[in-house]
């Protein structure tokens, strides 16, 4: 519990005035601090469900972050790659034929580069955790990841509740 409290802590950070209204509104910010949010929720379900000690914490939360950030850098690279695509549709245009397949093999190319991610994680998470643990890990993660893109279609964020209450596989 404690750790929760410090991760939780340190992820938001403190800002004794806040942002102006003006920060607020801007779209940007608002991405990013759906993301700070997202993170620090993350952080706070994976600590919570893993029950890890203080050691178990000193080690895996390291080997996490440099999972996350190359998680990260795939999001990215993948949304950058679907920009044309978004842009078109919001402009009201169809895709061509070629530029459905070229869509779909994209969205298949990333799918199997998160996969690869994660299998490249699983020796590196082993050995700071048990297998059970590693198990529960990935059961977090994609739960935490369905519930995200389930939700990201009418803007409503899983809440600690929702996650915390789903049964494990």
């Given at each position: 519990a404690s750790l929760i409290v410090v991760f939780t802590f340190i992820s938001f950070g403190i800002n004794a005035q806040g942002p102006s209204k003006e920060v607020i509104n801007n779209k940007e910010?608002?991405?990013?601090e759906h993301e700070k949010?997202?993170?620090?929720?993350?952080?706070?379900?994976?600590?919570?469900?893993l029950d890890l000690t203080v050691e178990e914490a000193q080690k895996f939360w390291p080997v996490f972050n440099e999972y996350h950030n190359k998680q990260k850098q795939l999001h990215k690279t993948?949304?950058?790659?679907?920009?044309?695509?978004?842009?078109?549709?919001?402009?009201?245009?169809?895709?061509?034929?070629?530029?459905?397949?070229?869509?779909?093999?994209?969205?298949?190319?990333?799918?199997?580069?998160?996969?690869?991610?994660?299998?490249?994680?699983?020796?590196?998470?082993?050995?700071?955790?048990?297998?059970?643990?590693?198990?529960?890990?990935?059961?977090?993660?994609?739960?935490?990841?369905?519930?995200?893109?389930?939700?990201?279609?009418c803007n409503k964020k899983a809440t600690p509740i929702e996650l915390e209450e789903e049964d494990e596989e």
């Open positions: 910010y608002q991405s990013k949010n997202k993170e620090s929720h993350q952080i706070a379900v994976i600590t919570q469900k993948k949304q950058e790659s679907m920009k044309t695509f978004r842009d078109k549709k919001q402009k009201g245009e169809k895709l061509t034929d070629a530029e459905l397949e070229k869509k779909i093999n994209l969205q298949l190319e990333f799918k199997q580069k998160e996969l690869d991610l994660l299998k490249e994680y699983k020796a590196p998470f082993s050995k700071v955790l048990s297998l059970e643990k590693v198990a529960k890990l990935y059961h977090i993660l994609d739960k935490f990841n369905s519930k995200h893109h389930k939700n990201k279609g």
